[in-house]
């Protein structure tokens, strides 16, 4: 048999049978049988139609199939699939050098992984060895992946099931405007989200703190935008202590937000960035370690106690040489920029319409819906399950967290084809209206 013969149900039977899927219980899932895909659309094995409000989940960001970056993965595989870790290939200095060009400030020296998780679990160790203390701080409403390190700095409910994982992650409290963790609002907010990040640096010691890890703007948890005076006052508290700031941006880099990475945003230059997905669209998988000209010089005559065989992989290196030039050639953060705005106008339209939307956060495309039962009480619609059933059966796919539906579609979206699926948003949005209470 033949996989271009496979019916919809011989494929989902063989996947059940024989592969796990992540975060799921396994009998409850229902994949859907994709087969192929172009731009910000995929088709399932009976030729329905999707639009890909996930850029299956935010690795997407240049669109499925692009065909300059397939190209370079052929002439790559071609040429060289292949080569030791040690040895120096050109696709691998290559991309070095453009991650220094489009990373902020003085970062300039990469360490290659495969994954968000792998970047941010060397980030731990490059800290450590760089700083001498023991302890990272990172969010309650975080993902940082799902390894031994990476997941003891997440803070979300993936952690607990696994514990006890590494010893020395210290959590704290988010911004989280619209649920304020101190019981403040916009309007009487004083940033108690960030005294309290130094009150806990007093607790755990300054002495003790490698770094602090923070998502550039909070993905999978909710999509948390940060105020504006937010990252540089984090800068500020970790210069006073001696403390590396790391900004993981898996999911909120690489022209996501409007800007190469989310903390240009703010102007501020992290010590590390941690990223992924974005760096090579999720064509083939990727992870980056970058750090700046003093950390890089530290490890000159140090040995750096961290090593991957698939560091450098020349494959993944040429893949994101190719995939940064659509990013710049094809104008995708300025895209970004432009039809986020868009996007910004059409959500407040969509909250003022419906009385189950308690809030919309976005920027760039990195946007999201909190669906609720009162906005006066908060109380979440949660599981949205009739809600993704409407969007499946219209031909939009995306993901939700509890009650957050999120909307991040490819960055080479355009305004239409955005209210093409925001319309199949605004009717499935029916169905959350009849169970809103008060």
């Not at 101190?182 to 770094?211: L, M, Q, S």
């Not at 669209?281 to 970058?290: E, N, R, W």
């Amino acid at each position: 048999m033949t996989t271009g013969k496979l019916t919809s149900q011989e494929i989902i039977a063989m996947n059940r049978e024989y592969t796990f899927f992540s975060w799921s219980v396994q009998n409850q899932t229902v994949p859907i049988p994709m087969v192929k895909a172009e731009g910000i659309y995929f088709w399932d094995a009976d030729g329905k139609r999707y639009l890909d409000f996930s850029s299956q989940l935010m690795n997407m960001n240049i669109g499925h199939q692009h065909p300059k970056v397939i190209k370079a993965i052929q002439d790559q595989a071609a040429t060289l699939a292949f080569a030791h870790p040690g040895v120096a290939t050109i696709p691998r200095g290559l991309l070095g050098k453009k991650l220094a060009e489009v990373t902020p400030g003085n970062l300039k020296k990469t360490f290659f992984a495969l994954g968000g998780a792998e970047a941010n679990e060397n980030a731990i160790k490059i800290a450590r060895f760089y700083t001498g203390r023991n302890k990272i701080l990172a969010r309650y409403r975080s993902y940082h992946g799902a390894t031994h390190g990476a997941i003891a700095l997440t803070g979300d409910y993936r952690r607990l099931p696994v514990e006890p994982t590494m010893p020395g992650a210290v959590h704290f409290l988010d911004p989280y405007c619209y649920r304020c963790p101190f019981g403040w609002t916009i309007e009487t907010c004083h940033r108690e989200c960030i005294n309290h990040v130094e009150e806990i640096i007093g607790y755990e010691g300054p002495d003790k703190i490698a770094a602090i890890i923070m998502e550039g703007v909070t993905g999978s948890n909710g999509l948390l935008v940060p105020p504006d005076d937010y990252w540089p006052r984090i800068r500020q508290i970790c210069d006073k202590y001696g403390i590396l700031l790391i900004s993981d941006e898996v999911m909120s880099g690489w022209g996501r937000t409007g800007q190469w990475f989310a903390v240009d945003n703010w102007g501020v230059t992290p010590d590390i960035i941690t990223t992924a997905k974005g760096i090579t669209s999720g064509y083939v998988p990727l992870g980056a370690v970058i750090v700046t000209d003093k950390i890089a010089d530290f490890f000159e005559d140090k040995m750096l106690w961290a090593g991957l065989t698939y560091n450098g992989h020349p494959l993944a290196c040429a893949t994101a040489v190719a995939t940064i030039e659509v990013y710049e050639e094809d104008g995708l953060l300025e895209n970004a920029r432009k039809v986020g705005k868009h996007l910004g106008q059409q959500l407040e339209a969509i909250k003022a319409k419906h009385p189950s939307v308690g809030d919309v956060r976005y920027i760039g495309l990195f946007s999201a819906l909190e669906i609720v039962k009162n906005r006066k009480t908060k109380e979440p619609i949660d599981p949205l399950t009739a809600v993704q059933k409407v969007l499946r059966a219209e031909g939009l796919f995306t993901f939700n967290f509890h009650n957050i539906l999120f909307v991040v579609p490819p960055l080479c979206i355009t305004e239409m084809q955005l209210d093409e699926g925001l319309a199949i948003i605004d009717k499935a949005l029916g169905v959350t209206d009849a169970m809103v209470e008060g």
